[in-house]
């Protein structure tokens, strides 16, 4: 059997050794983090077999190394890993910006090891902090190859993409990091406008007790780790400061529309907002009844796919979106 390692046991590494373990059971996981309440608590939960805090020793044998730690790490981490590798093992990641990665890992990882990002998107609907394994059910599991990966190797994310039940999505690196621009990076500096602007108020400690489930959600993001933010933004500054412009000319005519009381013009850009949010339908949160995806047979399956010889011993070639 193969080994998999996932370094970095937050929630999306955690649930992805928890939709592995429930599609796999014989699939061996080891786990690695530096937060010693991680490691204990993906092991109770059945994430991971075993846990290593030495990364040395979680790495050794393994045929595919998943790493889910923040952006402002990822260099280092790459840097630490590359003397530890297995010759032709593959490294797949979890962050929704691909182009810092990508470069991270051109730069640090041995040419020996193929490298594949990829970015799992969460299940909308599903918004606990809790790791569970069907966080990535039906969603979108963005792949971005780096040049030198091996067809093999691409193979290799792509099942994972299958195997925790999402649907893989082949893209580059530069449409990828657009999206995230405007679906991550964007939300989360209004969150933090927004939050400066209401928390900025003399009256805020006392009128904060009135403020609404819809406040709630649209400041949320701006609860996230401020150093992750900020090594995300300057990471791909020029992407947000184009949408941030683009946002700022629709922001500033409707201030137009309010200041001169337009009021049928302003009526139909809300109904155009409206209507375009109720065609877009996130999908209701994954049920036990709904079917599995399709999984392999584990008698040949798993060494085939993590150890580099393709899909049941056929390459296959991704398909372009």
């Known amino acids: 059997m193969a080994r998999v390692t996932i370094i970095g046991l937050g929630r999306i590494g955690t649930s992805l050794g928890l939709a592995l373990k429930a599609s796999q059971p ?13 490691l204990a608590a993906a092991r109770k939960r059945g994430a ?13 044998g393994s045929g595919l190394v998943i790493v889910s730690i923040p952006l402002h790490g990822i260099a280092k981490l790459f840097g630490e890993m590359a003397p530890f590798l297995s010759d032709g093992s593959v490294v797949t990641d979890t962050l929704p910006l691909k182009g810092p990665v990508l470069a991270a890992a051109a730069q640090y990882l041995p040419p020996q090891v193929s490298f594949v990002g990829g970015h799992p998107v969460a299940h909308p609907e599903l918004t606990t902090d809790e790791p569970v394994a069907e966080l990535f059910f039906g969603q979108a599991y ?16 792509i099942r994972l993409a299958e195997l925790v039940g999402a649907k893989p999505v082949i893209t580059d690196e530069a449409e990828h990091d657009a999206f995230t621009a405007s679906f991550e990076l964007i939300p989360a500096l209004l969150a933090s406008a927004l939050m400066e602007v209401v928390a900025g108020q003399p009256s805020w400690r006392d009128s904060q007790r009135l403020a609404s489930a819809r406040f709630a ?15 995300r933004l300057l990471a791909s500054r020029e992407l ?5 412009a683009t946002l700022q000319d629709e922001l500033a005519e409707l201030a137009g529309l309010i200041r001169d ?12 907002a409206s209507e375009q949010r109720a065609s877009w339908h996130p999908g209701a949160p994954p049920r036990a009844d709904v079917p599995q995806p399709e999984l392999p047979d584990t008698r040949g399956s798993i060494s085939s796919l993590f150890l580099g010889r393709g899909l049941g011993g056929k390459n296959r070639k991704p398909t372009s979106r």
């Open 26 to 38: 014989k699939l061996e996981i080891v786990g690695h983090d530096l937060a010693s309440d991680r």
């Open 142 to 157: 963005a792949i971005v190859a780096a040049p030198s990966a091996s067809e093999a190797a691409v193979a290799q994310v």
């Open 240 to 244: 947000v400061l184009e949408r941030l």
């Open 261 to 272: 009381a337009n009021a049928d013009h302003l009526l139909s850009r809300l109904t155009s």
């Open 217 to 231: 959600a649209l400041t949320a993001a701006a609860a996230d780790a401020p150093a992750e933010q900020h090594a």
């Open 48 to 60: 991971v077999d075993r846990t290593e805090w030495n990364l040395p020793a979680a790495l050794e």
